[in-house]
Every structure is written in structure tokens, then in C-alpha cells.
Nanobody, 120 residues
Framework: QVQLVESGGGLVQAGGSLRLSCAASGRIFYVMGWFRQAPGKEREFVAAISWSGGSVYYADSVKGRFTVSRDNDKNTMYLQMNSLRSEDTAVYYC???????????????WGQGTQVTVSS
């Protein structure tokens, strides 16, 4: 089972930016994804990317603000988050395998998560 480690979270003011990283212990040939969970809410999809990077998927709430990418040589996926809002506050998790068919669902391994807090 591949191990995932997220990093890059922190406290930022509204309108600011953060870049999250998800480092895997080995090569992942599947669609990988980012999810988030705010206090009292269910975990929700944020973004996903195919192995080649040629296909990307975003939740409507982050389109135009977040960019997902990956570097397969480094076994790492990234999430560039710009124009952050208070409603983006959550623990962000990466998943090693995401089925993007309807319904979209994660079924790979999870990282431990990284906290993102946006102050207004």
C-alpha cells in the first residue's frame, strides 16, 4: 500500500495563496486527487489529475482559483490555491486513486491531512 504525506498547509489571510504537496512512497499510475473536510462537514472532492496530467478535474467551488499538478519523477502531487476564502478552511487530504466516473469516488490510500485555515 502506497504511503502519502501531505504538507504545505497553514494560516493565511483571505485572498492569499498556499501550495500543498502530496508526496507518495512510490510511483502512482492512477488518477490522484485532493479532498477536504471542514469541521462538522463530510469530506468533499476538490481536484483530481490523471497520471499524464492531461486530464484535470475540479469542484465548482474551486474552479479558476485552484490548480492541481503532479511531478511523476518526484512521486508528488501539488495543489496551488489562490484567492483563498474563509470557506476553504479545512483539513486537506490526498488520495492515491480516484475514480472520476459518476459518481466520483476515492478508493486509494489517504494521507494524514494538512490543515488550511483562511482568516477573513
Amino acid at each position: 500500500q502506497v504511503q502519502l504525506v501531505e504538507s504545505g498547509g497553514g494560516l493565511v489571510q483571505a485572498g492569499g495563496s498556499l501550495r500543498l504537496s502530496c508526496a507518495a512512497s512510490g510511483r502512482i499510475f492512477y488518477v490522484m486527487g485532493w479532498f477536504r473536510q471542514a469541521p462538522g462537514k463530510e469530506r468533499e472532492f476538490v481536484a483530481a489529475i490523471s497520471w499524464s496530467g492531461g486530464s484535470v478535474y475540479y469542484a465548482d467551488s474551486v474552479k479558476g482559483r485552484f490548480t492541481v499538478s503532479r511531478d511523476n519523477d518526484k512521486n508528488t502531487m501539488y495543489l496551488q490555491m489562490n484567492s483563498l476564502r474563509s470557506e476553504d478552511t479545512a483539513v486537506y487530504y490526498c488520495n492515491s486513486r480516484v475514480d472520476v466516473d459518476n459518481p466520483l469516488r476515492p478508493f486509494g490510500s489517504w494521507g494524514q491531512g494538512t490543515q488550511v485555515t483562511v482568516s477573513s
